[in-house]
């Protein structure tokens, strides 16, 4: 009984620390804050785990550290394997987003390069619309998941590669050894306007 007590005692508490959502507007220079959530667990056989939520943020700051993580946020930028920009597109890419214009031109214009993120970023969070609305909020594989953190994975890995994450734990990765969990917790708690 007293076990019974004790778990109905800390699912409440989680459940009303996790109910806290912060929709005041914050500026784009705003302090990133830390939340430490810890999920409701039914049973004592499966530790609680702490996930740490950075809560802010606006688009705006979403994709000035997309851009920073993937060019350093320069706009002339080409890597090794051919993708280009502030964001790092391959040209397949940029034709199945409808931007069917040379390398030089995409280089040299950042609106073109923030308008196929904008438009990358719609076609991401349609694509994954089911996953966002069942996995948001939750944790997955030991990871907290949030829209933006999903958006940014389906950015490195696409949107196949996130749902096989969530579905059964399949880490893929890039070129350069980056995973897509680096990208779902790097990027969580973003409040994303698209």
């Known amino acids: 009984m007293k076990k019974l007590i004790t778990n109905i005692f800390v699912t409440l508490s989680v459940s009303s620390l996790m ?9 784009p220079t705003a302090t990133v ?7 409701v667990v039914p049973f004592d056989s499966i530790p609680i785990e702490a996930a740490v939520v950075k809560i802010s943020k ?3 700051n979403f994709l000035d550290a997309m851009g920073q993580r993937e060019s350093s946020n320069r706009y002339d930028i080409v890597n090794q394997y051919g993708y280009m920009g502030k964001y790092q597109f391959g040209s397949k890419t940029l034709k199945w ?6 390398k030089e031109e995409f280089l040299s214009s950042p609106s073109i390069q923030e308008k196929a993120m904008i438009a990358l970023m719609i076609k991401n969070r349609k694509s994954l619309k ?5 996995y948001d909020g939750k944790i997955i594989h030991g990871i907290f998941i ?6 940014a994975a389906a950015h490195l890995v696409g949107a196949g590669g996130v749902r096989k994450f969530l579905r059964n734990g399949k ?8 995973t897509v969990v680096d990208y779902i ?5 973003y409040q994303l306007d698209y």
């Open 58 to 60: 606006s688009q705006y």
């Open 33 to 39: 804050l830390e939340i430490k959530a810890k999920p």
């Open 97 to 102: 987003l409808g931007f069917d214009i040379s």
């Open 185 to 189: 917790e790097t990027f969580n708690g």
């Open 19 to 27: 109910a806290f959502t912060i929709k005041k507007a914050i500026a």
């Open 130 to 134: 089911r996953q966002i609305k069942k």
């Open 171 to 178: 880490v893929s990765k890039d070129g350069f050894g980056t």
């Open 146 to 151: 949030t829209e933006s953190g999903l958006i």
